[in-house]
C-alpha cells in the first residue's frame, strides 16, 4: 500500500488547494493511464505540515483580522509558490515586496496584523513589528525554529557556523542574520564545490596567505568573518531544503578536512534539512528510478526544495521545471527555466515524440495539489 502524505492539520481551511484530479490518480495507485502513455504521480508530494501550517494560519488570520476591519500584510511571500502567493492577493493580502521591507513603517499600523512567512523573519524586523505595536502572527516552521535555536548555541559555545544553502534564499538570509545578531560568525557555502574551495584555504592547500584567500572566495554575503580564525571550531548545519545527499557529502568532506588534528569537540554537525524534504526527495528518487521517458516539476521557481528535485529528476531523465499549468503552452512550446542562468525561458520540443509515453510528474513541499491536478489535467489532453 503506498504511503500517503499525513492528513492537513485543518482540510477545512485549504479546500481551495485541493484537486480531485489528484485524488482520482491517487486512488489508482498513482497513475493515470492514457491512449499514448500513462502520468505517473510519486507516494509522496506537494504540501508539508510546515507550510500547511503556514497556510492555514494565515487563512485564519484573513477571516478573523480582516472582518474587523485590519488589514493582513504579509511580510515577504508566504512560500514560494506564486498561485499560492496570487491566491491570498486576490482575497486582498497585502504582500510587501523586500523594498517595502525596508520601510515597514509606511505600510503597516498599530490596527494591522502582520504575517510572519515560514521561513521567518530578521530580528530587526521583529523589533520594528513590535514598536509599531500592530498584531503579529508567526507562521515560522518549527523545523526552521530549530535551526535557528542550535546554531545561536554553537556561537555560544565559540563556535564558526558553515551554512550549506543558498546566500540569498529568504530562509538562509534569516539564519545568518539571527547568528549574526547573536555575535556568531557563518561562511555560507552553495555547492560542494565551495565546500572544497573552503577545505582546500584552510589546509593551506590553495597557495598564499590563507586568510586573504578566505576573504577573495568567500566576499559579500557569503560571510561576515574577516579571516579564518572564527572557523577553527566549525559547526555546520544546512538549509532545511537542501539535497540530503549533498548535506552527507558536505560532512564527509569536512570530516576529512579536520580529520588530521581533530579534537573532539572541532567539528560539529547538525541535519538539519527536515524530513518533509528528505521524505519528497526519496519518493522522487523511486518514482525516476521507475522507468521514465520524461520528468515534469511542479512548483514556484524561487522554490528551493524544489529546484532540488528537478536536479535529482536531471539524472535520471529529460526533465523539465515549469510553475503552474499554463507554462505548458502546446506539445511543442514550454515555459520552463535555464539551469545556468536561472531565468524563464520558453523552450521547444520538450515532449518526446513517440508513443507510451511514461511522464513522472513531482512537486514540492510548497506546491499545492490543485496546481499539480491542472498540470495533470493538460498533459493528459497531450497524451490523450
Ligand atoms: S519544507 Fe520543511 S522546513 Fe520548510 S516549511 Fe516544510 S517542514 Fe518546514
Known amino acids: 500500500m503506498p504511503h500517503q502524505p499525513p492528513p492537513s492539520e485543518n482540510p477545512a481551511r485549504l479546500e481551495s488547494f485541493r484537486s480531485e484530479v489528484v485524488e482520482r490518480v491517487r486512488a489508482g495507485g498513482n497513475v493515470w493511464k492514457l491512449p499514448r502513455g500513462e502520468l505517473r504521480l510519486p507516494r509522496v508530494f506537494g504540501f508539508c505540515r510546515g507550510v500547511e501550517r503556514a497556510l492555514v494560519m494565515l487563512a485564519e488570520a484573513l477571516a478573523g483580522h480582516a472582518a474587523g476591519g485590519g488589514r493582513v500584510v504579509l511580510l515577504g511571500q508566504i512560500i514560494h509558490n506564486p498561485w499560492v502567493n496570487d491566491y491570498f492577493q486576490r482575497q486582498g493580502v497585502r504582500i510587501l515586496s523586500g523594498t517595502e521591507m525596508e520601510d515597514l513603517e509606511s505600510f503597516l499600523g498599530p490596527d494591522d496584523a502582520a504575517v510572519v512567512p515560514a521561513f521567518g523573519v530578521r530580528p530587526d524586523v521583529e523589533r520594528r513589528l513590535q514598536a509599531i505595536g500592530c498584531r503579529r ?167 528551493s526544495n524544489t529546484r532540488h528535485l528537478y536536479e535529482l529528476a536531471g539524472e535520471f531523465s529529460p526533465a523539465v521545471f515549469i510553475e503552474q499549468a499554463d507554462s505548458i503552452r502546446s506539445a511543442a512550446q514550454i515555459r520552463t527555466i535555464d539551469p545556468a542562468t536561472e531565468t524563464p525561458v520558453l523552450r521547444e520540443g520538450w515532449l518526446p515524440r513517440r508513443e507510451n509515453l511514461r511522464v513522472g510528474v513531482l512537486a514540492g513541499a510548497s506546491c499545492p495539489e490543485v496546481v499539480v491536478g491542472q498540470v495533470l489535467e493538460r498533459l493528459a489532453a497531450l497524451l490523450a
Not at 554553537?154 to 549574526?180: K, N, P, Q, W
Not at 578536512?257 to 521524505?279: H, N
Request: proline share 2%.
Open 137 to 303: 502572527i508567526d507562521t515560522t516552521c518549527g523545523n526552521v525554529r530549530r535551526l535557528w535555536q542550535w546554531v545561536e548555541r554553537a556561537a555560544a559555545d565559540g563556535y564558526g557556523v558553515m551554512i550549506f544553502g543558498r546566500t540569498r534564499h529568504d530562509e538562509t538570509i534569516v539564519t545568518r542574520s539571527r547568528l549574526g545578531e547573536a555575535g556568531g560568525h557563518y561562511v555560507i557555502v552553495e555547492s560542494i564545490a565551495q565546500v572544497e574551495t573552503f577545505c582546500r584555504i584552510l589546509a593551506g592547500a590553495a597557495g598564499g596567505d590563507r586568510d586573504e584567500a578566505f576573504r577573495k572566495a568567500f566576499a559579500g554575503a557569503a560571510t561576515n568573518a574577516a579571516s579564518l580564525a572564527p572557523f577553527a571550531r566549525l559547526a555546520q548545519v544546512s538549509q532545511t531544503t537542501m539535497l540530503y545527499d549533498d548535506t552527507l557529502a558536505v560532512r564527509d568532506r569536512l570530516g576529512q578536512a579536520f580529520a588530521p588534528d581533530a579534537g573532539p569537540d572541532r567539528l560539529l554537525f547538525e541535519p538539519t534539512v527536515c524530513r518533509a524534504t528528505q521524505s519528497r526527495q526519496i519518493a522522487a528518487v523511486e518514482l525516476c528510478q521507475s522507468g521514465l521517458d520524461l520528468t515534469v516539476v511542479v512548483g514556484g521557481f524561487g522554490s
